[in-house]
């Protein structure tokens, strides 16, 4: 049996988190397999809504192994907040959620470092989440980072000591005014750090490869999105690690050839937090009700989404760079209401028209070429079969399908699980 995964396709908050609630019952272990409490994974069932950062999406369901893989960076601090969360819903995470040992951990000074990389930036800034999470992969390539795994060992609060002081002199060469109290940082950080190692640490490469080898089904679950990757998207307005499907092998030690299915998510339309080039983003009423409808703020940051018509060109360039196999199209009902829609089938791009996404789509590089479609007008939040979808939206999933070469299986009608239409 493979290993499938699921991830965004587009810069994030295309709706990973409530397709993997829907998909959990039909497998053993949900794994995560990188990023971290930058992200947002938003769940909505029996009228309750649910926002999960490091934790993966399968924790809801009671049969289901959570997996933090080795990819992700963890804030210890962040994380016990995420789990007093879970207890009011009377979930036994002691039994259902485990750690890979070669995980990193997020420290306090990461994210004081993170706070002031941003502040020297001025105008120039990329738009971080201010959670520590690049100068955390920053240790991780440099070889400086504590691991999960360092936590059993008895000194590794000497390691930890020796990195705050290096962090603290790296701050200062900021010149920038960021005012903390690292005494009251730690303290809570060293009582996360505590609750943190009442869970199990595994070596999760092999855990995974005898689960799979037992023939236990597994889900992968991406954070962030595709165009957000690290090599792959549109730097330097991305995260610090690898999104796109080749992160899962390496996040979480799974081969190549032992990937079965990847799910695509993307929306109807398109948004974007923070910083960088957005060649569809619409900046008139249009994109205003987008936002309203779509209620587009970020789950962990708050942060406005900027938004715009759907990119067919970003969209095919994520669906070629993962290998995606099934598609999987969020909040339709959003898009109810607009008498006309538009897909940005095209560049012009430096005098030509290109259809692939190139090396920079800087708006004095990249002017979009739009294709109209009809729009519709019913409520689709009620619906719950396909044969009801009204046929301006089937023709614009058509078109979609045509043009990705790829099938789109699940139409998301809303946020709440039940909200979900299989093709």
């Given at each position: 049996m493979?290993?499938?995964l699921l991830?965004g396709?587009?810069w994030g908050d295309?709706?990973k988190?409530k397709?993997v609630?829907?998909?959990?019952?039909?497998?053993?272990?949900?794994?995560?397999?990188?990023g971290?409490p930058n992200?947002?994974h938003?769940?909505?069932?029996?009228?309750i809504?649910?926002?999960?950062?490091?934790?993966?999406?399968?924790?809801?369901?009671e049969?289901?192994?959570?997996?933090?893989?080795?990819?992700?960076?963890?804030?210890p601090?962040?994380?016990?907040?995420e789990?007093?969360g879970?207890e009011?819903?009377?979930i036994?995470?002691?039994?259902k959620?485990i750690i890979?040992?070669?995980?990193?951990?997020?420290?306090p000074?990461?994210?004081?470092?993170?706070?002031?990389?941003?502040?020297?930036?001025?105008?120039?800034k990329?738009?971080?989440t201010?959670?520590?999470?690049?100068p955390?992969y920053?240790?991780k390539?440099?070889?400086n980072g504590i691991?999960i795994?360092?936590l059993?060992?008895?000194?590794?609060?000497?390691?930890?000591?020796?990195?705050a002081?290096?962090?603290?002199?790296?701050?200062?060469?900021?010149?920038v005014?960021?005012?903390?109290?690292l005494?009251?940082?730690e303290?809570?950080?060293f009582?996360?750090?505590?609750?943190?190692k009442?869970?199990?640490?595994?070596?999760s490469?092999?855990y995974?490869?005898q689960?799979?080898?037992?023939?236990k089904s597994i889900?992968?679950e991406g954070?962030?999105?595709?165009?957000l990757?690290?090599?792959?998207?549109t730097?330097?307005?991305?995260?610090?690690?690898?999104?796109?499907?080749a992160?899962?092998c390496?996040g979480?030690?799974?081969?190549?050839?032992?990937i079965?299915d990847v799910?695509?998510?993307?929306?109807?339309?398109?948004?974007r937090?923070?910083?960088?080039?957005?060649?569809?983003?619409?900046?008139?009423k249009?994109?205003?009700?987008?936002?309203r409808?779509?209620?587009?703020?970020g789950a962990?940051t708050?942060?406005a989404?900027?938004?715009?018509w759907l990119?067919?060109?970003?969209?095919?360039?994520?669906?070629?760079v993962?290998?995606?196999?099934k598609l999987?199209?969020?909040?339709?009902?959003?898009?109810?209401?607009?008498k006309?829609?538009?897909?940005?089938?095209?560049?012009?791009?430096?005098g030509?028209?290109?259809?692939h996404?190139?090396?920079?789509?800087?708006p004095e590089n990249?002017?979009?070429?739009?294709?109209?479609?009809?729009?519709?007008k019913?409520?689709?939040?009620?619906m719950?079969e396909a044969s009801?979808?009204p046929?301006e939206?089937?023709?614009y999933?058509?078109f979609?399908?045509?043009?990705?070469?790829?099938?789109?299986?699940v139409?998301?009608?809303?946020?709440?699980?039940?909200?979900?239409?299989?093709?």
């Amino acid at each position: 049996m493979a290993v499938d995964l699921l991830l965004g396709l587009q810069w994030g908050d295309e709706g990973k988190g409530k397709i993997v609630d829907v998909l959990t019952s039909k497998y053993d272990i949900i794994a995560r397999f990188q990023g971290g409490p930058n992200a947002g994974h938003t769940l909505e069932f029996d009228g309750i809504k649910h926002v999960l950062r490091t934790i993966p999406s399968g924790i809801f369901h009671e049969k289901s192994t959570n997996i933090i893989g080795n990819g992700v960076v963890i804030d210890p601090v962040v994380f016990v907040k995420e789990l007093e969360g879970l207890e009011q819903f009377k979930i036994d995470y002691k039994s259902k959620l485990i750690i890979s040992r070669k995980a990193h951990v997020i420290l306090p000074t990461h994210r004081l470092l993170d706070a002031a990389s941003e502040a020297s930036k001025g105008k120039a800034k990329i738009g971080s989440t201010l959670k520590g999470i690049g100068p955390t992969y920053m240790d991780k390539t440099g070889r400086n980072g504590i691991r999960i795994g360092d936590l059993e060992l008895s000194d590794w609060k000497e390691k930890y000591r020796a990195l705050a002081n290096k962090h603290e002199a790296m701050i200062s060469f900021y010149n920038v005014d960021v005012q903390y109290d690292l005494a009251d940082l730690e303290a809570e950080f060293f009582a996360a750090v505590e609750t943190l190692k009442e869970l199990t640490f595994i070596d999760s490469e092999e855990y995974i490869y005898q689960a799979h080898k037992s023939g236990k089904s597994i889900l992968a679950e991406g954070a962030q999105g595709s165009l957000l990757d690290i090599d792959f998207g549109t730097y330097p307005f991305v995260t610090s690690s690898n999104t796109t499907a080749a992160g899962a092998c390496t996040g979480l030690g799974v081969a190549p050839n032992k990937i079965g299915d990847v799910y695509g998510i993307f929306k109807a339309y398109t948004t974007r937090v923070g910083s960088g080039p957005f060649p569809t983003e619409l900046f008139d009423k249009v994109g205003e009700d987008m936002a309203r409808i779509g209620h587009e703020f970020g789950a962990v940051t708050g942060r406005a989404r900027r938004c715009g018509w759907l990119d067919l060109v970003a969209l095919r360039y994520a669906c070629q760079v993962n290998g995606v196999t099934k598609l999987m199209m969020m909040k339709g009902d959003v898009l109810s209401g607009f008498k006309t829609l538009k897909i940005a089938t095209s560049y012009k791009y430096k005098g030509e028209e290109i259809t692939h996404l190139p090396y920079n789509i800087e708006p004095e590089n990249v002017t979009p070429v739009y294709t109209e479609f009809s729009g519709w007008k019913e409520d689709l939040t009620k619906m719950t079969e396909a044969s009801q979808l009204p046929k301006e939206l089937n023709d614009y999933i058509d078109f979609l399908e045509k043009e990705l070469e790829i099938p789109i299986e699940v139409v998301s009608v809303g946020p709440d699980r039940k909200q979900t239409i299989f093709k």
